[in-house]
Structures are given as C-alpha cells and as structure tokens.
C-alpha cells in the first residue's frame, strides 16, 4: 500500500513537471476522423487536424474573402483560361523539404489523379499545371472557372503536401501526413485521439501559440459538453443549441456562435426512377408540402430560436439570397387547394431519415403540421450509409438531408442541382438553370456573381426540387482559458495564434 | 492424459468454430443495406470515383472471391484495410485490445471483489437485513443501464466534484496516473452489473453448498463455522460460478458498446460501432475474428480452471 502511494505521489510529481513544461491544448471534435489525407478525407471532423497540419495556397477569412497563405497572390489570364500563383519563398515542409511550385504541381496532379480522389470535382476546371520558376506555378483551365478554382484553392484541394513523403508512403499517406501548417503530426489512436506539435521551422516566424494540440473524438455533444466543464477539453466544437443553456451559469466557459454554411433539406424525387411518381410530376404537391410547414415555429421548438429559417441554398441574409422568394409563412389553407387543384386531397408520401436526433425530432414535426393539411407523411428511418444507398439508386420518394455548405456558393449548388451533378440524387433537370450556374462559375465580377445566383435561387424556388427548411449556427464551447479564438462560418477551428494562460 | 484428450476436442471446436463464424460475419456483413465506398466517399462521389474505390479495395468482386482473399490473408497475419481511414486493420485491432483488456481486467477486478463477498455474506446470513441489502444492490447492479449510471456518475464525479475525467483515453504507459483514473469510472459501471450477476450466483450456489451432507458432517466435527464456509462450501460453490466469470469476462472483451461510447474509451465497442455505421467490412471482420478468439481462448481456460476445481472431471 505504501509503494502504490509512493508510486502514485512519484508520477503525480511527474505530471506536475510536464505540464508545466508544455503547453497541450485539447479539442473534442464530433466524431473519429477518416483518412488524414488532403486527397481522400471526406468528413469535416478530419479538416479539423488537417488544418492545423497543412497550410494551402489560400484561406478564407470569417467574411467569405480569399486570403494568401502559401500563395502571395494570384493573377487571372484575361482569356479566363489560366490563373498565374506567385508561391510565398523559404517555406519547409515537415519533413524538411522545401515547399516550391514543383509541389504545388505535384499535389494539383495527386488531387486529379489519384484513384478516387475525391478532390477531383473541385479541379474539375484544370487541364494542367506548369512551373514557371521555382516561385510561381501556371495553371491552365479548360473552362474559364479561375476565381471559383482559387475558392477551392482555400480548401482541402489547395493544402500542399511534401512529394518526397506522398511518394514514399503511398496511399498510407493518410496515416502520416507531412504537410507545411503551423502543427507537425506526431501520431494517432484511432477513436482516442490525433496529436500534432507545433514546427519549429514554420514560415511564420511572428506566429506563436501553443506546443501541442490533441484533438479527441468524442461523439456525444453531451459529453464533450461536460467534458470541457470538467477541464479534460479546452474547446469542445459542435454543441447543440439545446446545450447552450446549461453553460450560462459557468464562469469557466463561454459559447461562441457563427451562422453555418450548410443547409438541412427536404430532397424530392424529382425523376430518378418509379419512385419519384410520388412526387416529381406535379411541382403543386410540393409546394403543398412546403407550405404546411412552420419553419419558425420549428425554430423555436426544436432550436431555442438558435438556428436560421431558410428555403434557399445560402443564409437569407447572404448577399446572393433572392429576396423575391423570401422564407414562406406557413398556409394551410393554401396547401389544401393546391392538392385539390392536383387531384390529390389526401395525398401520402415516405421520407427516408436518418437515425439522428436534430432531423429525426424535425421529422415528426413536420409530419403533424403535414396532417393538418390532409397530407400523410410517413417516417422511414435509416441508417446513414443505407439512406445515402437508396437515395443514390433512386428508391425514395423524399429523403431528409443535410449539406454542410462551402465558402463559395457554387458549393452549395452545383452538385446538387446541375443536371448531372454528383449529388442530384432527385435527378431534377433545368437546362436554364445549369446556364446560370456555369456562368456564375465564370463570372469574376462578384456583382455578376450575386445576381446570377439570385436568378438560380429564384429559378429553384419555382421548382422546388428540395424544401430548405433551415440553417444552423455552429455553437463551440470554449474555456476561458484559452484565448485568441475565432469562430470560423466553416465551421473548421483556426489553430494559429490560440493560446493557453 | 485425460486432460490432454479433454483440451484437444476443445481446441477443435474451437477452430473450426472460427471458420464457420468469420464466414457467417462476413456474408452477414454483404447482406446489410448500405454501400460502404458511398459512405465513405459520400458528398463529394461522382461515379468514376465510387468504382475506381471499389477497385481499389477489390469491392468489384463476388462475395465469396472477397471472403477467400480475406481469408487467405487473415491466415498469413493479414487483416486488411480500413476504408475509413487508410489503416491497417491489424495497426487499428491491436492498441484497442490493449485497451479493452484494460477496461475488462479493472471491471473484472471491481466485480470480484464485490460480487464474491457479498454473495457468501448474503448465503450466510440469509434472510437478514444484510441479505436484503446485499441482494438489493444485485438488483440494482443488475437493472440499472449502463449509459444511465454512466451519464450519473460523470455529473457528479466529473463535472461537479471533478475527481475523474469525464471522457478519453490516456495510455498507462504515458501517464500512469491519469490512465487509472480515466478509467475508475467506467469500470465501475461495468463492474457494478457484473458484481450483481455473480452475488446472486454466488449466494445461490453458497446456499446450495452449505445445506449439503457434508457440510453437516464437518459442522458436527466441530469445525468453526469461518472454517466451515471458508474452506469447504465456497470451494465447491465456486466451481459454477468461475464458468460464469469466464463467460461475462469474454464479453466484456467482446466490446463494452455502450460504456465505451459514453466515456470515449477508445475500444473494441466503438470501434464495431463506427465500423458498422460505416460499412467498413474489413475492420468489422477483424474485430468479429479477434474477440471470438478471446472469447473461445477465456472459455477454453474457464474449461481448464473447471477441469481442476473440479474433482469429477479428473477422476
């Protein structure tokens, strides 16, 4: 009993040592991230540690506005059909190589041609890359697209990687990633946690903050919410709205909030196989479905008022929000005319949901205001990989999504609108509104931007191939601890620059 | 001798079980709705993508060609690949069972320790106050869920007295201290179910034991009654109640889901949660083939314990 005693009192001395020797901050994120790799990582769990590990050519600043990170700056051809990137000099690798257009060369080739890379769409506009000299990197478009590409620039498809290391390590990249951030990574327990430690040789000298990060997964908002009350978490991302309340009181904690990029949708079946008779022939019973439903009155209830009504694909209070077709107020009245007028007074459908709580609590809730206009809803709940499943072959007739939302808005629209967009699982087809959304992509006026995507808002909205009902706030826990945090509308924590008193 | 024929049908049974339960897993698996490379490739998948993912991962052919290359390279050490995260499925098994041998010894450990004495107690003083206590938490260790304990214990332990971590992982070998104490918890809350299971087995079996001829015999031979319960009852009432340890250890080996999912503890459950939802077939048959190997390996041992505890069986 004695030496467990000692022993304890030994390593409890031990802590105490390394503690204050290093600085280790603590960040739970939502679930276990997938490959820590720029060019197969998928869920926004994994950009949380990529951020901090691998700078990229650009970033986006908390307005939506592209800012240089390893680029200095860029220049598009007056053709549209290259974009010239002048590269920041002396800038290393993790694995001491230096960062040069070479890289950037090598990286935008590993992006378009690793099999299933799934960086492939954002570099749909590139044809090659060039090296100028060894600062400046040429690429050369096959659709005049180069402002939307430098938007991209600023997401996983512009974060660099050291070429020695992804040549050698192969498609085990993922498991050791050497990158040029601010954060080196040291190692990984699947589900327990990712560590990263910062670089002594980072290009930015002035930057200072903390020694050590680890980012933990932890899957239940609750816990990481009484985890961070308990100390173990430093800042804890993607509390609900349901969890704020219960930090009010807590003077070692404070809530940050930024309005979400993404959106949470109803997705009709438009044309994609026999299901979408349900639905897809009459845009009438859409619109009845979308006007029995209270979006406030869903905020209020279910969100604490937290969360943003919405019906189209940005914030109503983005810029290329069309403010012809604001967020509907519910008419039932109006609803049950329209199925009169289709021949459908009593009409029935099935929406697929998946089997977490914010939209399964929504659905039921959407399924008694549906009642009220004579509409049955039913609820199918599924798992996430099998709804994903079904509604890519076609077999729903509604399914209840959720997309996370990208800086630029033809992230939110492209894919999942366009004809033959990847991620139009309704199959809905509007060859006016792919015009639109091309020449927004081309456009490099941002004026002419806002106009085009209001025209495709107000073209969405007479179709209505998906019911938007709302968007969130990202709430993130943070201990007032830690100081110089930012919350970032992508959701994605800025590790610069925190630090720990 | 005997011991030797006795092991030997057991070890048989036991491989060849092995074969039939990695086979029924595996076609189990294909069964579920769900395409694993949609999941994983998910938002950003166009259709070359999803089927240069299935070639990649050899996806593209027959179920029973995939079971046989698994099972080709399981033989040679070789457990595949996770699609989830680029792993190695032997790379991501092995620190888990580390882990959940961890969690299962503690939790063993708390359940000994408090299920044992309180069964002999409540059988020796039966039909007293201390017997309905006793058999009153049995109850309670039995019927309260876990996650409820759970989510209990870190609201008073964690965020109000903060004692214990409320969630996470921390390696014994990095920082002894705050290893032990990441899992006090959720080790009593696994403890505390098992400890109720083996009280009442325990008191049962004692009070079997003690009404015997025997035990009259060596009572009327004047032995004292610490003697009595000590050396001759508890040694032939133990003979089923290590079978049942046996059989709760092997689960817990087998992935405490719940307890894991709320305490984040890196282990077996979470991992068979994460690789079900996913549809990440390699890592979900790797962790059916290693915790049956546990399972079958703690059960074998069980039979040897047994065969010694035993007389019967040696005779």
């Not at chain 1, 990263?196 to 239940?220: C, H, M, N, Q």
């Not at chain 1, 099935?350 to 399964?360: D, H």
Request: glycine letters at 6%.
């Amino acid at each position: 009993m004695r030496l467990r005693l000692f022993a304890l009192a030994a390593c409890a001395a031990l802590v105490g040592n390394t503690a204050a020797a290093q600085t280790t901050l603590r960040i739970g994120i939502n679930e276990d991230p997938d490959a820590l790799d720029p060019v197969a990582n998928r869920l926004a769990s994994g950009r949380q540690p990529l951020t901090a590990i691998c700078d990229k050519l650009f970033d986006v600043s908390t307005d939506l506005e592209l800012v240089p990170q390893l680029a200095k700056g860029y220049e598009i051809a007056p053709d549209g059909m290259s974009v010239t990137v002048n590269l920041r000099p002396d800038v290393m690798f993790h694995d001491g190589e230096p960062l040069n257009a070479e890289a950037v060369q090598f990286t935008i080739d590993r992006n378009m041609n690793t099999p299933g890379s799934l960086r492939r769409s954002e570099l749909a506009a590139v044809d090659h890359v060039e090296v100028v000299d060894p600062l400046t990197v040429r690429i050369v478009l096959d659709q005049p697209q180069g402002y939307l590409l430098m938007v991209n620039l600023a997401e996983r498809s512009g974060m660099i990687v050291s070429p020695k290391s992804a040549s050698e390590l192969g498609d085990r990249f993922g498991t050791q990633p050497v990158c040029a951030g601010p954060y080196r990574f040291v190692e990984r327990v699947p589900q327990g946690r990712i560590v990263v430690e910062r670089f002594a040789d980072y290009w930015d000298k002035s930057l200072t903050g903390v020694d050590r990060i680890e980012y933990l997964p932890i899957t239940d908002s609750t816990v990481r919410l009484s985890s961070l009350q308990s100390g173990e978490l430093h800042i804890a991302e993607r509390l609900t709205p349901t969890d704020v309340p219960q930090l009010e009181g807590d003077s070692n904690v404070q809530v940050v909030s930024t309005p979400d990029l993404g959106y949470h949708f109803i997705r009709y079946n438009i044309s994609n196989g026999p299901a979408s008779e349900a639905l897809g022939n009459d845009v009438r019973l859409r619109r009845a479905i979308d006007l029995s439903i209270d979006r406030q009155v869903m905020m209020q209830a279910l969100f604490n008022d937290q969360y943003t009504a919405g019906n189209q694909f940005v914030n109503p209070s983005s810029p290329y929000y069309d403010t012809g077709h604001p967020v509907p107020k519910r008419d039932v009245e109006a609803a049950r005319a329209l199925l009169q007028e289709a021949g459908q007074p009593d009409l029935t459908f099935t929406v697929l949901v998946p089997a977490e709580r914010e939209r399964q609590e929504a659905a039921q809730m959407i399924q008694a205001m549906l009642a009220e206009s004579g509409i049955t809803m039913n609820i199918e709940t599924q798992d996430n990989a099998t709804m994903l499943q079904n509604a890519r072959r076609g077999e729903f007739q509604a399914v209840f999504s959720f997309w996370s939302g990208r800086a630029h808005p033809d992230g939110n629209v492209f894919a999942h609108y366009s004809c033959d967009g990847p991620q139009n699982d309704s199959r809905y087809c509007n060859p006016e509104l792919d015009k639109i959304l091309v020449q927004a992509r081309e456009a490099v006026d941002e004026s002419e931007r806002q106009t085009l995507y209001q025209q495709a808002n107000a073209l969405l909205a007479e179709d209505l191939p998906t019911s938007i009902l709302w968007h969130r706030r990202t709430f993130t826990g943070v201990s007032t601890r830690v100081e110089g945090f930012v919350p970032h509308p992508d959701s994605t924590i800025r590790v610069r620059g925190l630090h720990l008193e | 001798m005997r011991l030797l024929i006795f092991m030997s049908q057991r070890v048989g049974l036991a491989i060849s079980t092995l074969v039939v339960l990695s086979a029924f897993a595996f076609m189990l698996q294909h069964l579920l709705p769900g395409d694993p490379v949609l999941a994983m490739a998910g938002d950003e998948a166009d259709q070359q993508v999803l089927d240069d993912l299935r070639a990649r991962y050899g996806l593209d052919q027959p179920v029973y060609v995939q079971y046989w290359r698994w099972l080709a390279a399981a033989l040679g050490g070789d457990l595949g690949m996770s699609l989830r995260n680029s792993m190695s499925v032997v790379d991501l098994l092995l620190p888990k069972l580390v882990i959940t041998l961890q969690l299962a010894i503690y939790s063993m450990t708390i359940a000994l320790v408090i299920g044992l004495p309180l069964g002999v107690l409540a059988a020796t003083r039966k039909e007293t106050i201390v017997d309905t206590l006793a058999s009153s938490f049995a109850l309670s260790g039995i019927s309260i869920p876990n996650f409820w304990l759970g989510i209990l214990l870190v609201l008073a332990f964690s965020v109000h007295l903060r004692w214990f971590p409320a969630s996470g992982y921390v390696s014994f070998s990095e920082d002894p201290y705050r290893s032990l104490m990441g899992f006090v918890l959720p080790s009593i809350v696994l403890g505390t179910g098992i400890a109720g299971v083996l009280m009442r087995h325990m008191r049962s079996a004692m009070l079997h034991s003690l009404s015997t001829d025997y035990i009259r015999t060596a009572r009327a031979k004047g032995l004292s009654e610490r003697r009595v319960v000590l050396r001759h009852a508890l040694r032939n009432a133990l003979v089923p109640v290590v079978t049942l340890g046996a059989i709760e250890f092997g689960q817990l080996l087998a992935g405490a889901v719940l307890t894991e999912q709320i305490f984040s503890i890196p282990g077996f459950g979470k991992l068979l949660v994460d690789g079900v939802l996913y549809r990440d077939y390699a890592v979900v048959q790797g962790l059916v083939l290693v915790s049956s190997v546990l399972f079958i390996t703690v059960s074998l041992l069980a039979d040897l314990l047994y065969f010694f505890i035993n007389p019967r069986l040696r005779s």
